[in-house]
């Protein structure tokens, strides 16, 4: 029985997967690999602050902290076509990535979703990565 019990436990630990932090390095390598990068920052922010090179600019909230999730996921699906796929999401300081990662392991079903550690401010410029203009 304690077997079984273990089993399930462990088998439902690998259904629920987790939101992991990576760091900036780590983004490149995985980027390069071919794994898409997801900026969900405010348009204005990707602007006045940059994008990391080749990410998908798809803002998750407005400016107002307003968002609508069944359009966000319909324009995601076409960057991510299966839930078994990893990708990596990234803000301005992490905290918008937490929710909305957390949201699509949890909640969702995704499998691979990964974050920046620190978002784009602390995770990637701090450390002297590179931003681009954004192509909008």
Not at 9 to 35: C, T
Not at 40 to 61: C, D, N, Y
Not at 113 to 128: D, N, P, Q
């Amino acid at each position: 029985m304690k077997r079984i019990f273990l089993l399930i436990l462990g088998l439902s630990a690998l259904l629920m997967a987790e939101l992991e932090s990576i760091d900036a390095q780590k983004l490149l390598k995985m980027q390069k690999s071919g794994i898409p990068v997801i900026d969900i920052r405010t348009p204005s922010e990707w602007k006045s602050r940059g994008v990391i090179q080749g990410a998908h600019l798809l803002m998750f909230f407005d400016a107002n902290g307003r968002y609508d999730a069944q359009k966000w996921l319909e324009k995601l699906s076409k960057i991510v076509k299966d839930k078994k796929e990893p990708f990596i999401l990234y803000c301005a300081h992490a905290n918008r990535t937490k929710a909305v990662g957390n949201w699509l392991s949890q909640k969702m079903g995704y499998q691979k979703v990964y974050e920046l550690k620190g978002g784009i401010e602390y995770g990637w410029r701090e450390k002297g990565m590179p931003v681009v203009k954004p192509k909008n």
